[in-house]
């Protein structure tokens, strides 16, 4: 089926630092999604992404993290700088319209010392 | 405040029987409701979903019952096979599945 990669698969930064996790979505899809789950703990939806613009972002969207995807290339997640409690597995989905199927990467692990 | 849980947390079966995990919500305005399975060092995958107007869905050895009264739905899944080893998670959502609510998920472990 559709695949969606995740760079890197796992990241560990010392704290402060900036971090960028990237996606490649499916190639034809318009939605993109951003997940986050710590170990242990249900995966909770960050942030949706359409056309350039954030759609909906949940609370823990914090103002340290932002989105975007530059003329088609990667999807991106940026958290700067990043806190202890950054760390966690970060999973990106993409899906054709909004009310799709979302196909989702194999997730970045990110430790922040 | 866990909108979306699921039992038993972990679950093994012997090879053709069939699995039973069950899920619960609280929110009325769920109205989708997909099921994920994830192996290892994937991503979850979409296996088969239910919208609140029905009652059940079938697709194959895996059957999803809902009871909106009850606010509760369960995942079967017939003959259970090793393959069908990994992590599910029941997801809701209002409105289509555009932000999912997850469920912790439930590790099932099949022996041949």
């Known amino acids: 089926g559709p695949k969606v990669l995740q760079i890197p698969s796992h990241q560990i930064i010392d704290m402060g630092q900036m971090v960028t996790l990237n996606c490649d979505p499916v190639s034809n899809h318009l939605y993109f999604y951003w997940y986050k789950q710590i170990l242990g703990q249900q995966m909770e939806f960050l942030v949706n992404?359409?056309?350039?613009?954030?759609?909906?972002k949940s609370k823990l969207f914090k103002d340290q993290f932002s989105v975007e995807r530059p003329d088609g290339s990667y999807f991106t997640l940026k958290i700067q700088p990043t806190a202890l409690e950054d760390s966690a597995v970060y999973f990106c989905a993409s899906s054709l319209l909004g009310q799709d199927t979302q196909y989702f990467g194999p997730g970045t692990r990110l430790l922040v010392l | 405040q866990q909108q979306v849980r699921q039992s038993p947390q972990s679950l093994t079966v012997w090879e053709g029987e069939t699995a039973i995990l069950n899920c619960s919500y609280e929110?009325?305005?769920?109205?989708?409701f997909p099921w994920y399975q994830q192996f290892p060092g994937e991503g979850p995958a979409l296996l088969i979903s239910i919208l609140s107007v029905s009652d059940k869905k079938e697709d194959g050895r895996f059957t999803i019952f809902f009871n909106k009264r009850e606010k509760k739905l369960s995942l079967h899944i017939a003959d259970s096979q090793p393959g069908d080893s990994a992590t599910y998670f029941c997801?809701?959502?209002?409105?289509?599945?555009?932000?999912?609510?997850f469920g912790k998920g439930t590790s099932l472990v099949v022996h041949p």
């Open positions: 997801a809701a959502s209002p409105g289509g599945n555009y932000k999912p609510t």
């Open positions: 992404f359409y056309n350039g613009k954030v759609m909906e």
């Open positions: 929110n009325s305005a769920f109205d989708y």
